[in-house]
């Protein structure tokens, strides 16, 4: 909606009407809310506006069972989680959520062959999903979209911990046995519910983590189209 206007003239009233025509739930247009407003922040510090838009319009009514902070997290947030959880292949693989976008079935599926540590790169290209027989199975990433998720620099010592001494086709992310990792798993080796207590969230998911990529990339100071 956004999508060809001129930043300047964006207005608090533009920015609402877009809301109100977006696709998605109250939840989702508060995660576009906030990567709009930080893409704008950046503007303000590059004096090419006075004042952020964004931060003027009312949000989205979110549904009443829903928090309605972004389910991005701040960098502040992110540390803590990280630091909240032993080192080893859980933190290892919040890491890996939080600093690719992947989802949970996809970092769960990412082999090491999948990972380019010389090129910066990992090709994102099967999933992990529960198949009708209730055996988990290896699938294409939701709709069929591979992708290359350039490897952060925050990145890195996790990764290279998580790669350390395996094969080609190992699993990347693994429990500390070497079992396959998925969800219950995790929430259960890293204490989900005191995690959401630590960040007074207490509607946040494991899958959430993965919003918290585009925030961190504007805080850093990455362009909107590199993003």
């Known amino acids: 909606w ?3 206007r001129r930043i300047e003239t964006i207005t608090a009233g533009d920015v609402e009407q877009a809301l109100t025509e977006w696709s998605g739930g109250a939840s989702t247009k508060i995660d576009a809310l ?4 930080r893409l704008l922040d950046g503007a303000v510090r590059a ?10 319009a009312r949000r989205p009514v979110a549904e009443a069972q829903l928090n309605l902070r972004s389910r991005a997290l701040t960098t502040e947030e992110v540390a803590a989680v990280l630091d909240a959880v032993p080192e080893g292949p859980y933190r290892n693989y919040l890491a890996g959520l939080i600093y690719t976008g992947m989802r949970a079935n996809e970092a769960a599926a990412l082999q ?8 910066r790169a990992i090709h994102v290209h099967r999933s992990f999903s529960t198949n009708l027989e209730g055996k988990v199975a290896e699938y294409t990433p939701k709709s069929h979209k591979e992708r290359d998720v350039p490897i952060a620099a925050a990145l890195l010592p996790y990764l290279e911990d998580a ?13 500390p046995k070497g079992g396959r990792i998925n969800g219950s798993n995790v929430r259960r080796a890293v204490h989900w ?8 969230r207490s509607d946040y998911r494991l899958h959430d983590l993965r919003h918290t990529l585009a925030t961190l990339l504007f805080d850093g100071g990455a362009a909107a189209n590199d993003v």
């Open 2 to 4: 956004l999508g060809r």
């Open 193 to 200: 519910d005191d995690l959401k207590a630590l960040l007074d």
């Open 112 to 119: 090491v062959g999948d990972v380019d540590l010389a090129g």
């Open 163 to 175: 790669i350390a001494s395996k094969r080609r086709t190992d699993l990347v992310f693994t429990g």
């Open 47 to 56: 004096n090419l506006i006075p004042m952020n838009q964004a931060r003027l």
């Open 34 to 37: 906030a990567v709009l407003s």
